[in-house]
């Protein structure tokens, strides 16, 4: 049982989580600095482009990095309770029972060697006391909710056998076996079509409602952030440069990576001459800057940027910029309207 | 009016034979079932659909990579199906490819210099120091350093990269550019980088684009024109605007709904219409309206006869029975 159900506590706390690697060339510092919390059902859509850690800092926290040249440090709470560096088999009974988690790639979560019943209930069997043909039935259940048709008969077929959409919905039927309390969808709908994503993502939202489990989704795509998440993190080179709520980050963005991240997406409702760009490429985690990570390729950038900014602000919409309110406002406005950076 | 049409497809159809299970009975998929197009010199007309919908294949029956297995298509006036390599050659100059991933799409044993040259020599271009001096303007037209000519494409990020292929489709000065996903294994910023290029490419050069994708927002983004495809087919087509504003097919209408879009709670929030089911597979067709069994609006006629592309007003043609917005 959880040793704190308190309504009050956030459901999982990260407190400066830092994983480096070492390597020939040098220490990669993937993660440099995260803290976030996630509230009772709610939904954090953490966004950035690849290598910005937002995978990474997930999956160390769960002690999936097995990297024996890692480095994690920082502080990390779920229901109160300290699980970062706990012994695997602590970290066991967490993983699948009170957080689950979808990948990008259903193929990576599930073995084409089993036929899909008998993976999902693995899967139950690990965490909770059944004998098999409970959770056999369980498993059938669980296919029908996820929307796979004919599920008495679908149990028994290989992953193979399964389009991409199905597939995803297996993984999330076996992410929900054991009804987490916490849900990481890494990137759940990247590799699917729009019509299949559009499915996928109703999925998420309606189990999340039925099962009260708070999600964090990670995705580089600012459009499914909109539809699905509470709050959003803007990752940049290993560190949050933007947090706040959904809408306001969206309406009103305060840090110059995610004007650029914003202005940069094609969108289907207005044709416009010249998308936002964001020059240069992203830093490397080998040797990131003194200052902030971002300034390189930031066009506003000035003395102050050669100290790294945190994260600061009012109320819940958060920023790492040195920028001033007014200037913020004052460029937003002439970026919305030229569609350029500098 | 016909000097105006660079490319037009009559019909192509493609289908791929193959056996289940190695030595099953055969199975025929038609990959492209009848598709009829036009590019006009120095538009950008943009394919779009979901994976599987034959938009890839469409594209290499275009430039005859593949060879079509019926239909027509005309090129500059010139009728190329069916040409031999050699007498195709001239043509295949003219229209070039830059391919979805610029990972697998450049030989990574080869320098970036010999990897953009390489159509120069194809084609007798010239001496070595007239070609370095072309491989250079060339990158440099797309905004890589000149001097890079000695390095190798691991070195290069992937937007770069892309920019290596975009260098290589250019090197002949074709007067089309087939683009098949281009910017879809990039990074939103570096997307961003590359529609941008592209775009200004297209000005500078007067290029012709076929541009294949599966993002909405993209195709939107850099067409004139727009082709919807499903199942091998065209089930719409229009200019780019109106088709995105006022879509005729109940699938052009579907796709565009459920685009996630970003949100400031200044819009009302649009009608989703969640599609259910997955797309047939395509060795299967339904019967009738290959969309049907999916549609939200079909009716009993859509399960037995089959739509044809029908030209509604100037310029704005669907396949459906009972198409939306009608006026």
């Known amino acids: 049982m959880p040793e704190s159900t308190d309504p009050a506590t956030p459901l999982l706390e990260v407190d400066d989580l830092k994983v480096s690697f070492a390597t020939r060339d040098g220490v990669v510092r993937a993660v440099d600095g995260l803290s976030l919390s996630v509230g009772r059902q709610e939904v954090v859509g953490i966004v950035g482009e690849s290598g910005s850690g937002k995978s990474v800092s997930m999956y160390s926290l769960l002690g999936l990095v097995r990297d024996a040249n890692v480095t994690i440090s920082g502080r990390v709470r779920f229901e109160g309770r300290d699980i970062l560096g706990l012994p695997d088999e602590d970290l066991r009974v967490i993983r699948g029972r009170d957080v689950a988690m979808i990948f990008q790639d259903p193929m990576t979560a599930l073995t084409p060697v089993y036929n899909v019943g008998w993976q999902i209930v693995e899967q139950i069997r690990a965490h909770e006391d059944v004998t098999k043909a409970q959770a056999r039935a369980r498993a059938v259940e669980l296919l029908g909710e996820v929307g796979i048709p004919d599920p008495a008969r679908r149990v028994d077929l290989y992953p193979h056998e399964f389009s991409g959409g199905m597939r995803q919905r297996v993984v999330i039927a076996m992410a929900l076996s054991c009804h987490p309390r916490l849900l990481i969808a890494d990137e759940p709908t990247t590799a699917l079509d729009v019509t299949t994503q559009a499915q996928i993502l109703e999925l998420i939202k309606k189990l999340q409602a039925t099962y009260g489990s708070s999600v964090v989704l990670i995705t580089h795509d600012m459009g499914v952030i909109s539809e699905m998440a509470d709050r959003v993190v803007v990752m940049y080179a290993g560190r949050p440069v933007e947090v706040g709520d959904r809408r306001e980050v969206i309406r009103q963005p305060r840090h110059p990576y995610t004007w650029g991240l914003l202005g940069a997406v094609p969108r289907v409702e207005s044709k416009r001459n010249r998308l936002v760009t964001i020059p240069g490429t992203a830093v490397s985690p080998l040797n990131l800057p003194v200052g902030c990570a971002f300034a390189p390729r930031c066009a506003h950038r000035f003395e102050a940027c050669d100290q790294r900014p945190d994260l600061h602000g009012q109320g819940a919409h958060l920023d790492a910029c040195w920028l001033s309110d007014e200037q913020k406002v004052q460029i937003r406005a002439r970026v919305a309207a030229t569609g350029v950076t500098t | ?327």
């Open chain 2, 1 to 327: 009016m016909t000097d105006d049409v660079l490319l037009r497809a009559t019909d192509v159809v493609k289908n791929f034979t193959m056996r289940s299970r190695g030595s099953g009975p055969r199975v025929v998929v038609q990959a492209v079932a009848g598709v009829s197009l036009e590019a006009r010199r120095g538009e950008t007309l943009g394919i779009v659909g979901e994976s599987g919908c034959g938009k890839s294949t469409l594209a290499r029956c275009l430039v005859q990579l593949t060879p079509v297995t019926s239909g027509h298509v005309e090129f500059n006036g010139v009728e190329i199906t069916g040409l031999s390599r050699r007498r195709l050659r001239p043509h295949r100059r003219e229209m070039q490819l830059v391919f979805q991933d610029p990972y697998s799409s450049l030989n990574p044993r080869r320098k970036v210099g010999d990897i953009v040259a390489e159509p120069l020599r194809i084609s007798h271009f010239g001496d070595a120091e007239h070609t370095r001096a072309r491989v250079a303007e060339l990158l440099s037209t797309v905004g890589l350093d000149p001097a890079s000519v000695n390095r190798y494409p691991h070195e290069f990020s992937g937007g770069q990269r892309q920019r290596i292929g975009i260098a290589r489709a250019l090197a002949l000065n074709p007067s089309l550019v087939v683009a098949d996903e281009p910017v879809s294994a990039l990074d939103v910023s570096v997307q961003a980088q590359v529609l941008n290029l592209m775009a200004d490419l297209q000005r500078e050069l007067s290029l012709t684009y076929l541009f294949i994708a599966h993002d909405l927002g993209v195709v939107r983004h850099v067409s004139d024109r727009v082709g919807v495809m499903y199942l091998g087919e065209i089930v719409e087509m229009g200019d780019a605007e109106t088709l995105y504003e006022r879509p005729l097919h109940p699938y052009t209408e579907a796709l565009l709904s459920v685009v996630p879009e970003l949100d400031d709670g200044t819009h009302p929030p649009r009608d989703r219409i969640v599609l259910t089911g997955d797309v047939p597979n395509p060795s299967h067709k339904p019967p009738g309206c290959p969309f049907h069994p999916r549609c939200p609006v079909a009716q009993a006629k859509c399960a037995v006869e089959k739509p044809t592309l029908v030209e509604l007003s100037p310029g704005r043609s669907v396949a459906c029975h009972f198409p939306r917005h009608d006026s």
